[in-house]
């Protein structure tokens, strides 16, 4: 498999207009890019999957159950499935890197 350049994920996911593109898949993980523009409402609901977020551009705040912390880049947040979850207070155009394991969606019930 060829390096996956972000910058090139990111582009491609603007051009879509869309909030996310899972770039990367394999049987016990995916991978996604997850934007969201400054002053945005973040639409997620609780995934049955855990996953690890890595913010690669802006700032913002992330809530995670009851506990409410800043992010930047650089900055890596585990969230453990079924656990409520979204960013606000987003400042700047917000880009992060989402791991999940397993793959989104596969222990969501049919």
């Known amino acids: 498999m060829e390096p996956i350049q972000i910058d090139d994920v990111v582009e491609q ?3 879509e207009d ?17 934007r969201l523009e400054a002053g945005a409402t973040d639409p997620q609901d609780p995934h049955t999957e ?6 690669v551009t802006g ?14 880049p650089g900055d890596i ?6 656990i409520d979850h979204y960013f606000f207070d987003i400042e700047s155009e917000l880009v992060t890197l ?6 989104y969606g596969s222990l969501a019930e049919d």
């Open 98 to 103: 989402i791991f999940f394991a397993p793959p």
């Open 50 to 55: 855990d996953e690890v977020y890595y913010i």
């Open 77 to 82: 947040i585990f969230v453990e499935r079924e």
């Open 18 to 34: 869309e909030l996310f593109n899972e770039f990367l898949r394999r049987d016990s993980m995916s991978l996604e890019v997850y």
């Open 59 to 72: 700032s913002a705040k992330i809530r995670i159950g009851d506990d409410v912390h800043p992010v930047e």
């Open 13 to 15: 996911l603007e051009q």
